[in-house]
């Protein structure tokens, strides 16, 4: 029985419900920096970032192994071999090879060809004899301190000059010696608004000279001072193993510095000392971590007195004669109260400390920010096989999903002075992926080094290895602690629903350090990714309640075998064991509906595939599921196979020719994503899919074709939308 209403209050009820939709719609996400604003602007990290996605690619063995050089994806021809094929619109903001190795380097960047070398290129054979200081070419377009190469390094050449594309980006290796390399890129909703400025292609203009310079401050202090600023600070002694609460701020407010001035003989006590910040008197601490982690140094011990520890753009450690100064600059927002505590741990004595907290009001709306969070993890004993977790937000502070994004991390990886830990490699996942978004080539590089820094203690703007030394050079017991960070300012990865940090133990996940890490990043206990609807398309109940079509599509066959991790077997032991599922290939056009709810900002469709297949590409089209126009939204583009080309030439050395080793991988289930524009999803409950397949004639080197045909492959399809989460104060 339905209760009738006289017309004007049904009038009525429509205006409020078109009003309330309207509001809804009109409430856009907070605007993205992009490129070098990134840095400029770099105080709105703690901000959502709806409708961008980062990922992390690169030479990693596709089987889980150590060697991640000479891996390419395919040779377009012996001076022409891929290691990243991406479409766009997107920009490349890091990219880190092993010294000069690969150049000159192809950055082909929507079909222009720009070849950027090294100065050690020209004359590579016992270059490191030869040069005593080099740099990117042209140094104009790749200048310091957004590149850095192996003279500083030891070891690496480091570039964070943001590329933007619009269509498609694609790093090639003109040489194929020590070819190894791994980059972080961020692809955005195709026509998103929500942009500092424009999504350009890149046009070979130089960084702009104050951007240069505010990265130059790195180490000095960076946060706001004077009109609108608030300062707390004093001397204050520190009771062992006793808290001691430093502040209690109302807010709403912005945490922009966070100073502590102490003695230089009570050095490694305090940086022992336990910190502790609360924001909004919520159960949990989102800050909990030993100082010396926290501000980017496994401890606090200066073997050879250097000035800098850490000169860090976010955090920073120096030195004088008889002080010990650690300054953080994250921007740390709180809607209504801050606590901040510290406590000494295992002191012999008390302690002394000047501390500094500079807080200014929060800028626009509540809703647009997330808290900032350290999260320590001390891992004694690694399994073996598996990666050390430092991360997973479905499991820290009450659990549940959190939205935000990953920042950076601090992490001890040897208390013996073994730095061939450094093997392992870096893995993220994000959002229920099973693929890892991020994969890096080693944790060494994931910390901006190479070969092992050379021996030497390295410190950045945003990576390095503050503390430790190999063990034939240790003298005390502090020097066996190795220790390395990673600070994420540009090339930060956002995610919606939950992350997780992970780093191998070695390079087969075999050696038993002790590590301990903390990991930066901002979140909030609300999803701003939500699961709406998921097809599978082996499933004939799932077919027809998707009204999934597509007359090519083969009989779906089952398929045992892994996503791409570590190694599946370890000392007789199997670590990865393969997952069942069912798969099909098809050609053509596939057509589908799914569930979406109308308040979204646009949509990410997730699929799961046989990655055998190489370079899938299509064409993806949308419109609303009662219907209308298609929209062309983009293409959707996997480069690669699980089966590549090696080339290594080792006896040949540096200037050796191009080799054609064929290697598959048992890795055969992927996941890759692709974001849909609100333009195409908002205000609609159900959409309509179509993807036409594009057939792709890429060989695997010349003369040689890749050995499965060209199709497209799916399993499973998930469909996620984004959401503005609503922070109650």
């Known amino acids: ?112 060809d720009h070849i950027v070398q090294e100065t050690a290129t020209a004359n590579p054979v016992d270059a490191k004899q030869k040069f ?110 006793q808290w001691t609460t430093l502040a209690e701020i109302e807010g709403p407010g912005n945490i922009r ?73 994250w921007p740390m927002p709180f809607f209504k109260n801050a606590r901040i505590e510290i406590q000494p741990r295992g002191a012999k004595e008390r302690l002394q400390a000047n501390y500094e907290i500079r807080y200014t009001d929060l800028e626009g709306s509540p809703k647009d920010y997330t808290y900032f969070h350290a999260t320590y993890t001390d891992i004694p004993n690694p399994v073996l096989g598996q990666d050390n977790t430092f991360l997973d937000t479905r499991n820290v502070e009450g659990g549940g999903h959190w939205s935000g994004s990953f920042v950076g991390m601090s992490w001890i990886f040897s208390r013996n002075g073994k730095l061939n830990t450094l093997e392992g490699d870096p893995r993220f996942f994000f959002d229920d992926s099973q693929t890892p978004q991020g994969w890096g080539t080693g944790t060494e590089e994931w910390g901006g080094g190479g070969d092992y820094w050379g021996g030497e203690n390295m410190t950045l703007p945003f990576a390095g290895y503050p503390v430790g030394k190999e063990l034939k050079d240790i003298q005390t017991e502090h020097d066996k602690v190795n220790s390395a960070y990673r600070f994420l300012i540009a090339d930060y990865f956002p995610f919606g629903k939950n992350a ?9 996940n075999d050696h038993n350090e002790h590590y301990s890490g903390v990991v930066y990043w901002y979140g909030i206990d609300q999803p701003t990714l939500v699961l709406t609807d998921e097809l599978d398309v082996c499933n004939e109940g799932s077919i027809r309640n998707h009204t999934y079509n597509n007359p090519t599509a083969e009989k779906p066959y089952t398929l045992a075998s892994r996503y791409e991790l570590g190694v599946d077997h370890l000392w007789g032991k199997e670590t990865y064991p393969p997952q069942v599922g069912k798969v099909r290939s098809m050609s053509g056009t596939s057509t589908f509906t799914m569930k979406l709810d109308p308040n979204n900002h646009g949509a990410l469709l997730r699929r799961k595939f046989d990655y055998q297949y190489p370079n899938q590409k299509a064409k993806v089209f949308v419109r609303p599921a009662d219907g209308g126009d298609w929209q062309e939204v983009g293409t959707w583009y996997c480069a690669g196979a699980n089966t590549w080309v090696h080339s290594y030439p080792r006896e040949e050395g540096e200037l050796g020719q191009t080799q054609h080793n064929v290697r598959t991988s048992s890795r055969r289930w992927r996941e890759e994503e692709f974001l849909l524009p609100a333009s195409a999803t908002q205000g609609h409950d159900a959409i309509e899919v179509r993807i036409e397949h594009i057939p792709n004639r890429n060989e695997l080197f010349p003369g040689n074709p890749f050995p499965e045909k060209s199709v497209w492959s799916a399993s499973k399809y998930w469909l996620y939308c984004y959401k503005l989460p609503y922070k109650k104060i």
């Open 132 to 241: 005593g200081k080099t740099t990117f070419i042209p140094e104009k377009l790749f200048p310091n301190p957004l590149t850095w190469t192996w003279s500083i390094t030891k070891g690496a050449d480091l570039m964070w000059v943001p590329l933007t594309f619009e269509n498609r980006l694609r790093f090639a290796y003109s040489r194929t010696f020590y070819g190894t390399g791994y980059y972080i890129y961020h692809l955005y909703q195709p026509g998103i608004k929500h942009l500092s400025k424009p999504l350009k292609t890149w046009r070979k203009t130089p960084p702009e000279p104050s951007i240069l310079a505010l990265i130059k401050k790195s180490g000095t202090d960076i946060a706001p001072k004077g009109k609108g600023v608030s300062t707390i600070g004093k001397k204050v002694q520190l009771p062992k193993n």
């Open 1 to 112: 029985m339905f209760m009738k209403l006289p017309i004007p209050m049904l009038l009525f009820l429509t205006i409020i419900v078109c009003a309330q939709k309207s509001n809804q719609s009109a409430t856009l996400p907070p605007v993205i920096p992009i490129g070098l604003d990134a840095y400029l602007q770099w105080h709105k990290l703690p901000q959502h970032r709806i409708g961008v996605r980062a990922y992390m690619r690169g030479t990693y063995d596709r089987n889980g192994g150590n060697p991640d050089a000479g891996n390419f994806l395919y040779q377009e021809s012996d001076t022409f071999n891929v290691t990243l094929d991406v479409h766009g619109p997107g920009i490349v903001y890091f990219k880190r090879t092993n010294h000069w190795h690969g150049s000159p380097w192809h950055y082909e960047i929507d079909g222009t």
């Open 257 to 329: 510095a966070l100073k502590f001035t102490i003695p230089r003989d009570q050095a490694m006590d305090f940086g022992k000392a336990r910190l502790r910040i609360i924001w909004d008197d919520r159960w949990h601490a989102s800050i909990d971590a030993p100082v010396a982690l926290f501000y980017g140094a496994g401890l606090l011990h200066n073997s050879n007195n250097r000035e800098y520890l850490v000169k860090g753009f976010p955090l920073s450690i120096r030195y004088s004669k008889d002080e010990v100064y650690l300054d953080c600059y």
């Open 500 to 508: 997780k940090i992970n780093l191998e133990h070695g390079g087969l």
